[in-house]
């Protein structure tokens, strides 16, 4: 499955992003994800991360699952451009809707980068299409 959204981040800016993993339907987990974010500049982060479903908002009539709270933990395994050097963990947290394949995702993590040695908190926010 391809998942792709823009957000807002404290140090990454405007962003857009593309998500790839697999969807398991049986437990509504994801597996094998991968990511990378792209800032307005042509900077780029990207990562690897699972997911869970955290709670159920709403089911269909035949007891299905549609809107699902979901958790990734997420690794930032590096970047380009000024994120080159970046190693970083953190959860992407969202609610989505398995039907019409959209959601509302955050993210909060840290990212260090071995160059300069200094910690960087990065919270974004963007809608998955």
């Not at 394949?101 to 993590?109: A, H, I, L, M, N």
Request: hydrophobic share 35%; aromatic share 10%.
């Amino acid at each position: 499955m391809e998942v792709t959204g823009t957000g807002q981040a404290s140090h990454l800016g405007r962003y857009s992003i593309v998500r790839q993993h697999c969807f398991n339907l049986a437990t509504f987990g994801i597996e094998e994800g991968y990511f990378e974010q792209t800032a307005a500049n042509g900077d780029k982060l990207w990562g690897t991360y699972t997911g869970y479903t955290e709670a159920v908002l709403e089911f269909a009539p035949d007891g299905r699952p549609v809107v699902i709270v979901i958790a990734s933990p997420t690794q930032i395994t590096g970047g380009a451009g000024r994120f080159a050097n970046v190693q970083g963990t953190g959860t992407m947290r969202g609610v989505f809707n398995v039907v019409t394949k959209t959601g509302t995702f955050t993210f909060d993590g840290q990212m260090t980068c071995q160059a300069s040695g200094g910690a960087v908190r990065q919270a974004g926010r963007g809608p998955a299409r």
